[in-house]
């Protein structure tokens, strides 16, 4: 993207690719430390783990959910706090379903997002006679990290009291975050109750003032000369025991299918809510490490490479605010692409790796030869060890 600008020469161009590679390999072998670490730390925890855990001096919780937390914010995820949760959780959910958690569950329960935008879908309404366009604020990226409490199992996290989950998932929307958490319990909302509830008492009043009101009125007189409740003796042949009984089978079988109607409402509230997280699920527990420090990476290297090139072609160097705005401009002018660049992110990292100078406030990037020497210095001297030679 920035050769296409065609301020380079064909020359430059060669050695910006040049520097681009040497960049993204620093960064690559900086973050391989990070995935280690992640690794070592969430090894005893790992539910998906097939090796054995030996004594070591492995940290606590804390230093695992810190250094995930920092790989995270490098990565460009925002941590959503209990009030933006609950905020969430209290929207109308697009699955029509109502979801129930209890966060007393667990120990500790993280919830990240990158990428906020505005969706529209069309949803089916009436039974399914009309359509219908809703808008709905959609999270692109979620990642989530549960560790439950050690009094407390679950068959998700293989039943171990204690256990951690993590989990990263896509085109989640806001009202549905519910869906991620482990522990989530599917109910009927107030309309799916009135839905059934309604219709089955109009229904058992028509069958009671019918088939089995006269069935229960023989069934009572009959009760109550047993209990000597009046004198008058009552009959019970053939011809009333068997409409008492066809009187009480109606009233079961129409019991019993509205318990099944409840029934079946709600597996299909949990097939829906099935399919809808086996096509959002992007990666589990260890394997959520190699994505985040993919994209780490990769959101390191944008920066870095674009603050250096757009204080490379200014010639009397940038201020913060106006290198800012020169990139955001450029991004949504050439590439349609509305953001909020981190200029002090990518400038810190230029001034670290020596690829950029300051003066009087005002950056300048080092010269293309002097950039790459500079980088391929850095790699060479990662490895410091040297054989000493006898004379």
Not at 134 to 160: C, H, M, P, W
């Amino acid at each position: 993207m920035c050769i296409a600008t065609d301020h380079l020469s064909a020359a430059d161009q060669l050695k910006f690719r040049e520097f681009c590679h040497l960049l993204q390999s620093v960064f690559h072998f900086e973050y391989h430390h990070t995935l280690e670490r992640l690794k070592d730390l969430y090894a005893p925890n790992n539910p998906d783990r097939d090796t054995r855990v030996i004594e070591s001096d492995i940290e606590e919780d804390g230093d695992f959910t810190e250094t995930l937390r920092e790989l995270l914010n490098k990565a460009n995820y925002e941590m959503l706090d209990r009030e933006a949760i609950e905020a969430a959780f209290n929207e109308s959910s697009l699955f029509k379903l109502k979801l129930d958690i209890d966060f007393d569950d667990f120990e500790e329960a993280l919830l990240f997002i990158r990428g906020e935008s505005e969706h529209t879908e069309q949803v089916r309404t009436l039974f399914g006679l009309v359509r219908k366009e809703i808008s709905f604020s959609n999270f692109d990226r979620v990642v989530i990290y549960i560790r439950l409490k050690k009094d407390v199992t679950s068959e998700l996290a293989q039943g171990k009291p204690g256990a951690t989950m993590l989990k990263l998932f896509q085109n989640v929307p806001r009202a549905d975050v519910e869906m991620l958490f482990p522990n989530t319990k599917v109910a009927m909302r107030a309309l799916d109750k009135l839905m059934i509830g309604v219709p089955a008492l109009i229904g058992a009043g028509a069958i009671v003032t019918t088939n089995v009101g006269t069935s229960l009125l023989l069934l009572g007189t009959l009760l109550g000369f047993w209990f000597g409740l009046h004198t008058e003796q009552v009959e019970l042949d053939e011809a009333r025991l068997v409409a008492i009984l066809a009187g009480l089978g109606g009233l079961g079988s129409y019991v019993w299918k509205q318990f099944s109607n409840f029934r079946n409402r709600k597996l299909l509230f949990m097939q829906s809510l099935t399919q809808n997280l086996y096509f959002k699920n992007l990666d589990n527990n260890a394997g959520v490490f190699h994505r985040l420090i993919d994209d780490a990476e990769e959101e390191e290297c944008k920066e870095a490479i674009l603050a250096y090139y757009f204080l490379l072609k200014s010639s009397d160097g940038l201020m913060v605010d106006e290198l800012d705005e020169a990139i955001e401009t450029w991004l949504s002018s050439r590439w349609d692409a509305e953001l909020d660049f981190e200029v002090d992110d990518g400038l810190e990292k230029l001034k670290r790796l020596g690829l950029a100078t300051e003066l009087d406030g005002r950056f300048a990037a080092v010269g293309l030869d002097e950039a790459c020497l500079t980088l391929d210095s850095r790699w060479d001297n990662y490895f410091e060890h040297r054989v000493t030679e006898v004379e």
